[in-house]
């Protein structure tokens, strides 16, 4: 039986395991949906190279992925979303989503006092991607961006689980800005989220606190929507990760975010 | 000098003022796009209408929009995008978007118990469609649905300002449902938005309410972005609404709506 369109997967890309958090939110969102996952662990962290790097890579992966058949293109990382996003948005014949316009755009949605404040990798904050895109949308708005770099490594080696520890981390990274005036937060890496309900918390729940990933998902399905390629029904749904090296490491990670995950997970070389 | 794709209006059109709201939204969020309403209050309202009669009305009204030059079309009445957002999509070489789609993926988001009631007309509440799109993206939801019939009167008489008043009715039309399971609940009509403090309060703040014009709003981001249609500055503008009748009664509850809104109105015979 000849596979259409509607049925193929939805590809997601991520430097590392990061992704899966977008993941996690488009499964929920978006249950009749298969995804196939491609995680650049071999040259993983993007955040320490250069942008012509990075759009290389995310070319080559996107092209690989395309050539594996998926329906739509959800480039999960904001690095790679800030280097790559408008030449693949060119150079593919496919839907293609960033994590960064829906997180911005989300921030415009839920602001009162049009200021945000973001969360992010250094790289990320240097590439002014949040800002631009924010600002690109409505004039309006005044931007400030902070690098938090102890956040990944908290979240990755699972520390994040211990109160103490992230407690100080976050008080660390985010003290100086305890007292911003911004009245929306967008967690600007999709490792953030893991650490949404603390940052929150820091903030005396008084901020909106913008989940990227959760955003992605809900632009997913708007774009799929809108092409006419949203897959209203089918179950038990088996997702399919592709990654460039060793997956032990990986899948530790995913049993700890994703626990009830559908998956196979297959070594390649790329 | 020639006029660029993304320098025209959107195209914005309901049975009368309600798509007012979802305007209101639409200029919040995207303060550098400039507006084309058209409110067709000389057949106003589509709920007692049959299907083929507001198919027919709004694919007229769409071809006359478009023949204004508009950039995209977004239909801000859910009777009128129940009825023929597909016809619509088809017809026309400009995107499309109805208020419904957007709302349900917003409760998809937000839920986290998968039960959601819909508030809407009898007419919406009839043709299921809340409920047909929700679960045509993610079959595990449940999805009840109440007519509220007092909630447009109480609206547009601007009787809504006087708490006894809308308190009266609030709890007369909602007392039914007042413990329902759903955590989630949609305006599924343009003028609810107006009620939402009050719904919302109805409910002691425990119910997540989707305001489906907010939500189109962020949708027409999302698609003008994809399309790469977003309009990226200009200030200082004046929109635009068409009337097929006789413009007071509009004007007189647009000023209270939006006493801000920089427009000028003309009537015109469709």
């Known amino acids: 039986m000849k596979k259409t369109l509607m049925d193929k997967p939805i590809g997601v890309m991520d430097s590392g395991v990061g992704g899966m958090t977008v993941v996690k939110e488009i499964v929920r969102q978006l249950p009749h949906e298969k995804i196939l996952y491609f995680g650049d662990i071999s040259r993983c962290p993007y955040g320490e190279k250069s942008q012509e790097e990075v759009r290389d890579y995310t070319v080559q992966i996107a092209d690989y992925l395309v050539g594996k058949g998926i329906k739509m293109l959800v480039i999960a990382c904001n690095t790679a979303t800030a280097a790559a996003l408008e030449i693949l948005k060119e150079r593919l014949d496919i839907p293609v989503l960033g994590v960064i316009q829906p997180g911005a755009r989300s921030a415009i949605q839920n602001s009162r006092n049009k200021k945000v404040l973001v969360l992010a990798t250094s790289g990320t904050v240097k590439s002014n991607a949040y800002s631009d895109a924010i600002i690109g949308i409505n004039s309006g708005f005044s931007v400030s961006s902070l690098a938090c770099p102890k956040f990944v490594p908290l979240v990755e080696q699972l520390r994040y689980k211990d109160d103490v520890v992230s407690g100080i981390i976050i008080h660390q990274s985010l ?6 005036d ?9 490792h953030y989220p893991l650490l949404k309900a603390d940052i929150r918390n820091y903030f005396n729940n008084e901020k909106k606190v913008i989940d990227s990933g959760y955003e992605t998902a809900r632009e997913t399905s708007t774009i799929l929507n809108y092409n006419n390629l949203l897959r209203t029904s089918g179950e038990s749904i088996v997702h399919t990760i592709l990654i460039n090296g060793d997956s032990s490491r990986f899948e530790y990670v995913l049993r700890d975010w994703l626990p009830e995950l559908e998956y196979k997970i297959q070594e390649i070389e790329l």
């Open 175 to 180: 003290k100086k800005h305890r007292h911003t």
């Open 182 to 190: 911004a009245d929306t937060i967008i967690l600007g890496c999709t």
